[in-house]
């Protein structure tokens, strides 16, 4: 683990992300990609040709002002087409990255993202769904309305992932989430950080020996997942934005034609993403997702009119070149693989 505050030692991480196919990725701060979020900790990670992986935690908050500029080679390994790059649920770490520093993220794995749709391969049927649901929402919410929960998928932390998927690793351990802007940070929080990055390149190169990394399929559903708030940073008490479970329509690929706009999270979704006509009363235009929250929560006051559609050519046109880029993925991982062991 290598603390980065100063251009000499970024300059170091620069000539470590040099060549690199593989970049592992997470960041630390205040309330990230919310409004009013900051950017503390840009952590990254990289496999050494001895098959020992690299941590650096660059302090981002040296580096504002006059030094800002330094941080420009970093930012381009993230817009890269070429570095694919690996996280575990980097919704709001990309909100950040976008909305504070300009940098939109390309070519990104998200392994949140691979863990759902792992289930599938797995053999998860509509009974183990719901079961995961238990928790969230009051056993007879979802045995009532059942046929309303069947595409709702919940998320895993990154380790309950882990060990779902076999990963042995230590706990999160605790770290005051208000303390990330300040200086100097305590030892624990950087080990705090570091390990992250360990656990994620862990569960990555399992999910790969397990064989539910396989194609270019998974980096598209991840744009997706990584673009929900491409548009504007969400408030921080927005239930519809911040919540535990999987966005609907982000593992179909998309389809051009009329999509519905809901009353929760605002995102234009396929019909078949709502209850049909008979139950649009009980849904008040909301999608299953946000209908879920809504059962857990209570209602929201925000006034809707019911389902608004409106006509998308393609949504996705930014992602059609990833199949190219895939290509050059599995040309370079065989050999990534090999010394990760």
Known sequence: MTLCSSPESLDAVIRALSGQTHVFLDCEGRTLGEVGG?????????????????????????????????????FEVLRSEQVFKVMFDGRMDASELLHGHGVQLRNVL??????????????????????????????????????LYLQVEKLNSLESAMVEHGVPGSSKGYVDH?????????????????????????????????????????????????????????????????????????LPE????????????????????????????????????????????GPSSVATSGHRTFYSRNLYDDFEDLDDNFEDFNDNFEDFYDGFY
């Open 110 to 147: 998200d392994l949140q993202v691979a863990d759902i749709a792992s289930r599938e391969k797995r053999g998860q049927n509509d009974n183990r769904r719901l079961q995961r649901l238990i928790g969230f929402l009051p056993q007879h919410e979802i045995t009532r309305n059942r046929s």
């Open 254 to 297: 998309a389809n051009a034609g009329s999509l519905v706009r809901c009353g929760g999270c605002q995102r234009g979704l396929p019909a078949s993403c709502f209850a049909q006509s008979g139950s649009i009363n009980r849904t008040n235009g909301f999608c299953f997702v946000c209908r879920a929250i809504d059962a857990k929560s």
């Open 38 to 74: 900051k950017l503390s900790l840009l952590n990254l990670g990289v496999m050494r040709q001895n098959g020992r992986l690299q941590t650096f935690l660059i302090d981002v908050l040296a580096f504002e002002g006059a030094r800002s500029h330094n941080l420009t080679p970093i």
């Open 178 to 250: 208000s303390r990330w802007l300040q200086r100097p940070l305590q030892q624990s929080a950087l080990q705090y950080a570091a390990n992250d990055i360990h656990k994620i390149c862990l569960l990555y190169s399992k999910l790969v020996q397990k064989g539910y990394i396989t194609n270019a399929t998974l980096i598209r559903q991840s744009a997706r997942y990584l673009a929900l708030h491409a548009s504007a940073r969400p408030g921080g008490n927005d239930k519809y934005k911040r919540h535990g479970l999987f966005p609907l329509a982000i």
